[in-house]
């Protein structure tokens, strides 16, 4: 079976940073382009983050440039989202995604509204709550 397993969230302060990594298992981790995808509370889905299969090429959301990186390392399977200067804003549930041949943002506006059928596979999340 397909597993994205996500972690590092937790508590922090405003300002403060966070680490994320998402594990898969059961696919061929260097054939996925993938994306970090928060839910905000009261809010749908929104996208974060993008880094191609060979991590040549990365692409941010407004909202997180300049503060996330995303990076990955295919030999162990591992996907990252660094986050530093975090904000109030920036709590919600993480998910590591895979993207589809076509990246989500490549033919979205990042306001778009996503459902999970825009991603292929999803992991299961991790909190982030930044509040001080």
């Known amino acids: 079976d397909v597993k994205l397993e996500e972690s590092g969230g937790g508590l922090v302060q405003p300002g403060g940073s966070l680490r994320l990594s998402c594990v898969g298992s059961?696919?061929?981790?260097?054939?996925?382009?993938m994306s970090w995808v928060r839910q905000v509370p009261g809010k749908g889905l929104e996208w974060l983050a993008y880094?191609?299969?060979?991590?040549?090429?990365?692409n941010y959301a407004e909202a997180v440039k300049g503060r996330f990186t995303i990076s990955r390392d295919n030999s162990i399977n591992t996907l990252w989202l660094q986050m530093n200067s975090l904000k109030t804003e920036d709590t919600g549930l993480y998910f590591c995604?895979?993207?589809?041949?076509?990246?989500?943002?490549?033919?979205?506006?990042?306001?778009?509204?996503?459902?999970?059928?825009?991603?292929?596979?999803w992991g299961q999340g991790t909190q982030v709550t930044v509040s001080s």
């Open positions: 995604v895979t993207e589809y041949a076509v990246p989500w943002f490549s033919y979205h506006v990042e306001t778009s509204p996503i459902s999970t059928s825009d991603f292929g596979y």
């Open positions: 059961g696919l061929r981790y260097s054939v996925y382009d």
């Open positions: 880094i191609d299969k060979g991590a040549g090429t990365t």
